[in-house]
Nanobody
């Protein structure tokens, strides 16, 4: 059973920084892991992801301000956010992809496993 548990959220002032952690257990699919967020009244959006090889991708809205990293054993992943603005206020979710076998020996990965979320509130 895959379990993801976020920590590190809370109130922060505009311009500040925050580092979120996600403790991962039971994950063996060798796909991407990452962070999503959902602001009040908006759809959940992908903040960024990291592959098993450590390759990262980020949403354009946060590029240059966000760093996702992971421990070598992928038991913990991190989200560092700098230069926070009120637009970053959201519930942040840690997530991991599930690998599903397809035909002809191929497979696909898709977001399947989610943490409970941690609230980040940015105020001036």
């Amino acid at each position: 059973q895959v379990q993801l548990v976020e920590s590190g959220g809370g109130p922060v002032q505009t311009g500040g920084s925050l580092k979120l952690s996600c403790s991962v257990s039971g994950y063996k699919d060798n796909c991407g892991m990452g962070w999503h967020r959902q602001a009040p009244g908006k759809d959940r959006e992908l903040v960024g992801s990291i592959s098993s090889a450590g390759l990262t991708t980020y949403a354009d809205s946060v590029k240059g301000r966000v760093t996702i990293s992971q421990d070598n054993d992928r038991n913990t992943i991190y989200l560092q956010i700098d230069s926070l603005t009120t637009e970053d206020t959201a519930v942040y979710y840690c997530a991991a992809e599930r690998r599903e076998a397809q035909r002809y020996g191929l497979s696909v990965c898709y977001w399947e496993y989610w943490g409970q979320g941690t609230q980040v509130t940015v105020s001036s």
